[in-house]
């Protein structure tokens, strides 16, 4: 006699990954205050952690899905079940100086729930993101990185995102507090 049907499905029989919806929105602030408050904790000064907050990101993604700023700006979710447990924002990658094409894309964020990693959401994500950007005629996919964050370096290392010398110093803190971050690109 078989209890088959009393065993829970796999983690990855019910993964997925989807365009985000408005009514996706407080989904991904909560992953999004999760996740930063996470790998922000030890770089930027406990006033702008404070600010990790699900509402307040959720109520910006809630504007920005229903109001998106260009064409190829989009929101990808991944999802267990019902559930959303990452994300991944693509948009046409600002031209600063000669090393960025106007045929480019950036990767502006991507995100899984640390109670869902390694559960492949992240690369299912990045390539939705490169098939996404492909359809709307971009060559290439630039993201920035913390300089100090090995996760994500080992993450974007395998999918094949190398850096290509640019640094920046960006402003994280009221006093002016800064953290280094660095670009990595892939042809697509």
Known sequence: MSHSHHHEPGPLADASVRT???SDAPAVGLVQATVWSHTFADRVPQEVLDTFEAPAFGSVWRRSLANPPSPLHRLLV???GDQVVGFAAIGPAEVTDESVSDTDG???VLAVHPEARRDGHGSRLLNAAADTLRAGDRTAV???LLADDEQSRAFTDVAG???DGAWRERVVGPGGETVREIRVRAEL
Do not use: K, M
Request: proline content about 7%.
């Open 20 to 22: 985000g919806r408005v």
């Open 78 to 80: 991944a999802c267990a």
């Open 106 to 108: 950036e990767l502006l």
């Open 142 to 144: 630039l993201a920035w």
């Open 161 to 163: 995102l190398a850096p």
